[in-house]
């Protein structure tokens, strides 16, 4: 079965440090991966993809990711948080056979936390 | 530019209440279109989606239905409303033109049955 795993349910990092949010998948054929974040109250805002290419896809907001199709992870990343990176982030991959639909599973998210 | 827009922004309903919540998008054509329920501040959980007018698939089982009585307008709807409805309802579009296009999503309606 197609699903995808965000293994913290918290993350917590000092302002200036690098941040990493995880996500790893199991899905059949090629993944098309997605990485959306969400502030209290509001919809999801879409950070960046990963359909083919380069490994590193960058992003919105000084965000990237990384795809390794080896350990079938797409972890997020960010080289220095910040307070305002405070928010829930949600993995997702696209359901395979569903380019027509675009259907989408998501992980359980992430609530990162960036501490002063 | 496109936008999405959902309304209302929050809702109180008794239990047995109809629901009628408006999703609408500007700026694109026959764009797929989708019904997610959030429940607890965490997991999505996708209610319809439908990829043209008239044209819906329900996901779940449940007391809720959608229609797509126009191109860029997608309505959840109820009967009746149970307790276990409440929760942040969530409307997005994806564009057709490209087949690995990413969802956007509407500000949400928070639905509180009491």
């Known amino acids: 079965a197609q699903s995808v795993a965000q293994p913290e349910d918290q993350v917590n990092v000092a302002e200036g440090n690098p941040l990493t949010v995880k996500c790893t998948y199991s899905v059949s054929g090629n993944p098309y991966l997605f990485w959306y974040v969400q502030y209290p109250n509001r919809g999801l805002q879409f950070l960046l993809k990963y359909i083919t290419g380069d490994n590193l896809v960058k992003g919105s907001y000084g965000f990237e990711a990384e795809f390794n199709k080896s350990q079938t992870s797409f972890h997020l990343k960010k080289p220095s948080a910040l307070v305002s990176d405070s928010a829930l982030y949600f993995c997702?991959?696209?359901?395979?056979?569903?380019?027509?639909?675009?259907?989408?599973?998501f992980g359980q998210g992430t609530t990162l936390q960036v501490k002063p | 530019s496109q936008t999405i827009h959902q309304w209302p922004a929050t809702l109180v309903q008794p239990v047995g209440s109809p629901l009628s919540l408006e999703c609408t998008v500007e700026?694109?054509?026959?764009?797929?279109l989708y019904w997610y329920r959030q429940a607890a501040g965490r997991g999505l959980q996708l209610l319809f989606y439908s990829v043209g007018i008239g044209q819906i698939s329900s996901e779940v089982p449940q007391n809720l239905s959608a229609s797509r009585p126009q191109d860029r307008q997608f309505i959840l709807s109820s009967k009746k409303l149970l307790l276990s409805d409440s929760g942040f309802y969530l409307c997005a579009w994806r564009a057709l033109a490209g087949f690995n296009n990413e969802q956007f999503f509407g500000p949400g309606t928070r639905l509180t049955v009491l």
């Open positions: 997702a991959v696209r359901v395979p056979g569903s380019s027509n639909t675009g259907k989408l599973i």
């Open positions: 700026g694109t054509s026959n764009p797929n």
